[in-house]
């Protein structure tokens, strides 16, 4: 059984880095195929794919927040990390993480998510 | 970036009723689109992906079709637990989700 869970601060202060921590079980981000992925969702609002990081260390982020975000792992503690830069109040949102499972073809649809945090940015 | 554009936004149902949501995409992307359901305060659950392969465990009342631009979910009979918000999302390069379809009760 996967799960995953996401850890990090409720509250930040405007300009200040944000930095979630995604632990999971039930898989091995060192398997050839797997990958683990976040994505927010502002209250009331729509999905926002943020980052993947694949097993083999290959790395894709959103266009339009490349320059705020680093996602990195830890195979041997089974999490991966997301920090985002100079956060603002736009930024409030659920944060979740997300297992790419090895696919049968070609794309990247997450299969099991984390329960997602909830990070408000205020001053 | 592609966008994906869902509508309706909003739809009222009775249980039984026949559902169907459409996703656009703004530019062709085959078959790399997939649907999630979304319950409040919950986390989406993935449904179907490459855009008519229903994910293990999901009722068969749901299924997906379209390539290309256009894409649709239907949901052959709705029941009461399927009242959610769907989301689509495309599963190449940028990993864009549309904007959401709230289904609600009539």
């Known amino acids: 059984q996967i799960t995953l869970k996401e850890s990090g601060p409720t509250l930040v202060k405007p300009t200040q880095t944000l930095t979630l921590t995604c632990t999971f079980s039930?898989?091995?981000?060192?398997?050839?195929?797997?990958?683990v992925g976040w994505i927010r969702q502002p209250p009331g609002k729509a999905l926002e794919w943020l980052a993947l990081?694949?097993?083999?260390?290959?790395?894709r982020y959103s266009p339009s927040l490349k320059s705020r975000l680093t996602i990195t792992k830890d195979t041997s503690k089974n999490q991966v990390v997301l920090t985002m830069t100079n956060m603002d109040p736009v930024d409030t949102a659920t944060y979740y993480c997300?297992?790419?499972?090895?696919?049968?073809?070609?794309?990247?649809?997450?299969?099991?998510w984390g329960q997602g945090t909830l990070v408000t940015v205020s001053s | 970036d592609i966008l994906l554009t869902q509508s309706p936004s909003f739809l009222s149902a009775s249980v039984g009723d026949r559902v169907t949501i459409t996703c656009r995409a703004s530019?062709?992307?085959?078959?790399?689109l997939a649907w999630y359901q979304q319950k409040p305060g919950k986390a989406p659950k993935l449904l179907i992906y490459?855009?008519?392969t229903l994910q293990s465990g999901v009722p068969s009342r749901f299924s997906g079709s379209g390539s290309g631009t256009q894409f649709t979910l239907t949901i052959s009979s709705l029941q009461p637990e399927d009242f959610a918000t769907y989301f689509c999302?495309?599963?190449?390069?940028?990993?864009?989700f549309g904007g959401g379809t709230k289904v609600e009760i009539k």
């Open positions: 530019q062709g992307i085959a078959n790399y």
């Open positions: 490459t855009a008519s």
């Open positions: 999302q495309q599963l190449n390069g940028y990993l864009a």
């Open positions: 039930g898989f091995s981000l060192t398997t050839s195929g797997v990958g």
């Open positions: 997300a297992h790419r499972p090895i696919p049968f073809s070609p794309g990247n649809w997450f299969d099991s």
């Open positions: 990081i694949y097993w083999d260390d290959d790395k």
